[in-house]
């Protein structure tokens, strides 16, 4: 989970939102990190040389549990 939120740190710093924020099962890719579909793309592909999965390969990702569950991850 920590690499996830360096992942997420990286984004939204590149877009400016420095504030903190806590990461849950429920956080919402959009609405609650502000991520629009670029700011996904970029998840992705950082998510997919870590890990070596595309988490949106078999459908749409909405929550950091989707992302977990995508990663095989507890």
């Keep these: 989970m920590e690499k996830i939120k360096e992942i997420i740190l990286s984004i939204r710093a590149n877009k400016g939102i420095n504030e903190d924020f806590t990461l849950t099962e429920n956080t919402s890719l959009r609405d609650d990190l502000g991520f629009d579909s670029f700011d996904l793309a970029e998840f992705t592909v950082k998510l997919e040389a870590?890990?070596?999965?595309?988490?949106?390969?078999?459908?749409?990702?909405?929550?950091?549990?989707?992302?977990?569950?995508?990663?095989?991850?507890?």
């Design 50 to 74: 870590e890990y070596g999965i595309d988490i949106f390969e078999t459908g749409l990702v909405e929550n950091i549990k989707d992302v977990k569950d995508k990663l095989n991850l507890k």
